[in-house]
């Protein structure tokens, strides 16, 4: 996987187990990828995750756009296999909603619900040792908002014309700690680290994003805005 990292804003913690955010989605029609060619090549995607790392091993759980929904996946460092929801869902009307991720026993659980707690959208994970263990232990834990982009057949990176999206916001998240104490993600317990940062190969000359941050009741919100095509999908 290639792309840019539009917002990446990760913890001075180690020792997070759990998280929950809430994601203002684009409104319809201002979101758009590039499917996927055969065996996943030559894709791109808006998505927007929670990571949890320890020494660049890790994984991500998230949501991501493609198919003509937006739908819960998780990706992982090295070889374990990846996996999203084949069902999905569609934006709902005021483009609210939540991100849960956690540890139940072997499994990792990641919930999408709506503004009203009701659940949209999910994947379940078996684990390996490796990753169940980083959840048991606490992890290094950061927010992404991004456009991913797959290598084609030949191991090249285009510039995905139809991947973009606009006006999205990351907000209101809690972290939860080894000891069982929840944190709001702040400006003191995170920082904007690598956004920007163009992962190798990945093509800039038709890139543009436009990003900012706020504070609103203890918790840091991060809006942006991104395009692979800056010509006709203008951000």
């Not at 792309?3 to 001075?12: F, S």
């Not at 409104?27 to 090549?41: F, L, R, T």
């Not at 894709?43 to 320890?54: K, M, S, W």
């Not at 198919?67 to 296999?81: I, L, Y």
Request: net charge neutral; proline share 4%; charged share 20%.
């Amino acid at each position: 996987m290639a792309g840019i990292h539009t917002v990446y804003r990760k913890t001075n913690l180690k020792n997070v187990v759990a998280a929950f955010s809430r994601l203002v989605l684009p409104a319809s029609g201002d979101y758009g990828c590039q499917e996927n060619d055969s065996n996943y090549k030559n894709g791109a995607f808006p998505e927007f995750f929670h990571g949890f790392y320890d020494n660049g091993n890790g994984f991500d759980a998230g949501v991501l756009y493609s198919g003509g929904k937006w739908r819960a996946f998780v990706s992982f460092t090295g070889s374990t296999p990846w996996a999203d929801s084949p069902t999905g869902f569609t934006v709902p009307a005021n483009r609210e909603i939540a991100i849960r991720t956690y540890l139940s026993g072997d499994y990792l659980i990641l919930q999408i619900q709506n503004s009203t707690g009701e659940e949209i959208d999910k994947v379940h994970y078996y684990l390996p040792a490796q990753f169940k263990t980083l959840m048991q232990n606490g992890a290094e834990f950061n927010r992404e908002m991004t456009i991913g982009v797959n290598k084609n057949a030949q191991g090249i990176v285009t510039a995905p014309k139809d991947a973009y999206y606009k006006d999205a916001t990351f907000k209101n998240t809690s972290i939860t700690v080894l000891d069982g104490t929840t944190q709001k993600l702040s400006t003191s317990n995170s920082n904007v680290t690598n956004s920007g940062k163009v992962d190798p190969g990945t093509p800039t000359n038709t890139y543009a994003d436009r990003k900012s941050s706020t504070t609103v009741d203890g918790f840091v919100h991060d809006n942006s805005s991104a395009t692979f095509n800056k010509t006709v999908y203008p951000v």
